[in-house]
């Protein structure tokens, strides 16, 4: 009896023995294809770039229509033609600077 219950826990080992090897190839095989996959896969940056990603959507968005506001009162308030165009032109000249004293992160 005891010779028999050895050979079935010798057969049990065994086939855990077999299974286990053959897990550990197909996790060894995912990792590489997954290696490969994610050396292949072009990465995105997600990140800010440029001048504009300095600002939020929300900031971004005041600039803007604050410029147009202002362009609106300038167009709506001068009579002159060439003074109109002298002060949009001024406004978009100044308006880096207006923008970098009124939202500096520097403080």
Request: proline letters at 2%; hydrophobic letters at 50%.
């Amino acid at each position: 009896m005891s010779k028999e219950r050895a050979r079935r826990r010798a057969a049990r080992e065994a086939e855990a023995a077999q299974r286990r090897v053959v897990r550990q190839r197909q996790l060894a095989r995912q990792a590489r294809r997954r290696a490969l996959v994610r050396r292949l896969t072009p990465t995105v940056r997600r990140g800010r770039i440029g001048r504009l990603s300095r600002r939020t959507r929300g900031e971004r968005a005041a600039i803007v229509l604050s410029t147009v506001a202002a362009i609106m009162l300038i167009w709506s308030l001068v009579d002159d033609l060439a003074l109109r165009i002298a002060l949009v032109a001024l406004l978009l000249l100044v308006l880096p600077a207006i923008v970098v004293i009124a939202l500096g992160r520097r403080s």
